[in-house]
């Protein structure tokens, strides 16, 4: 027999990288948007374009948020009363020709700055109450970015500095935070807890998100269950051509809101998502157009892998 003597390295090979889990509970987990994070980490300031919005972000923090399936502040202030529309519009008018016109040397305004600086004067001219607007525009803010950090196909950017290139002095000077009607920043941690609790919560309604993005279709029962008024509003205008995000703008609700409301109506099988057979054939002969895209109903849960297996 054949002894074989072997010797103990001097040096042991190293560990393998294990992701820190502790960390990433605090940062929010971490996978809603790997690049979010980052910027975050570096307390970055700029603009960050996604497929579905954009993030507005001072100092690491996001103080605004814009995507075109949920309705901004103007609109929820205006749904019910609280500030008129034309009111609105004049303050924002006002406020994007108080820094001056061309060849005065001062950078325009950016959508969230212009959009700040509205809210100010309106509760300086005691239109409405700077509670009110404070509500409205983190209501808004949540909802956006909702939207905005849902996976997507291409990858986003981020542009530091302001919209139109590197940061310069405005002409009014830089409010504090705790002036009345000022953006009050939120943590990205925050904000992607809240957008995963939000996600959650749609799955756990209804797990399929056909329902969110498509037209949607009454589904006629022999005895339609009671809903509360709330839901009823919605089931309203649902008519085969509105989306859940026209409607919420139609009612001036949170796009979200207005989501978790839809999907319990398709659990409860009075509203469907409008099948692919009657989307109206293209003018012509028949053959000629474009190819219609069928989509897999598995699409979004492979993107939701691929970003969470990016922020590994």
């Known amino acids: 027999m054949t002894t074989v003597r072997t010797t103990t390295p001097a040096t042991p090979p190293p560990r393998l990288p294990v992701r820190d889990k502790a960390g990433a509970l605090d940062r929010g987990w971490g996978g809603v948007s790997p690049m979010l994070t980052r910027l975050a980490a570096e307390r970055a300031t700029g603009i960050l374009v996604r497929e579905r ?7 690491g923090k996001v103080v605004h948020a814009e995507s075109p399936a949920a309705p901004g502040a103007d609109v929820l202030l205006a749904a019910h ?6 009111v609105w519009r004049q303050a924002l008018a006002e406020s994007v020709a108080s820094t001056g016109g061309a060849g005065t040397g001062a950078r325009r305004l950016t959508g969230a700055e212009a959009v700040h600086r509205a809210g100010r004067r309106l509760v300086a001219g005691g239109l409405i109450t700077a509670g ?41 000077p830089r409010e504090p935070d705790d002036t009345p009607g000022g953006p009050r920043p939120i943590p990205v ?4 807890r809240e957008t995963l609790r939000r996600r959650d919560l749609l799955h756990h309604i209804w797990p399929d998100a056909l329902p969110d993005e498509v037209p949607l279709t009454r589904e006629h029962r022999p ?36 989501l978790v409301d839809v999907r319990r109506l ?9 099948p692919v057979s009657l989307i109206e054939p293209l003018p012509g002969p028949p053959g000629d157009g474009p190819p219609v895209e069928f989509v897999d109903p598995h699409v979004t849960l492979l993107k939701r892998l691929r970003d969470a297996l990016e922020a590994l």
């Open 53 to 59: 919005g954009t993030l507005h972000l001072a100092d």
């Open 266 to 274: 398709v659990a409860a099988g009075v509203v469907a998502p409008r």
């Open 189 to 192: 941690a925050d904000l992607e």
């Open 81 to 86: 009363g609280t500030l008129d529309a034309d």
């Open 132 to 172: 009110a607007l404070e509500m409205c525009r983190l209501t808004a803010l949540y909802d956006a970015a909702y939207f905005a950090l849902a996976p997507s196909r291409t990858p986003g950017r981020f542009r530091y500095g302001s919209e139109d290139g590197p940061d310069e002095p405005a002409v009014e």
């Open 223 to 258: 005895a339609p269950p009671s809903l509360p008024a709330r839901r009823q509003a919605v089931l309203a205008r649902v008519d085969g051509i509105r989306t859940a995000s026209e409607i919420a703008r139609e009612l001036g609700r949170p796009a979200f809101h207005t």
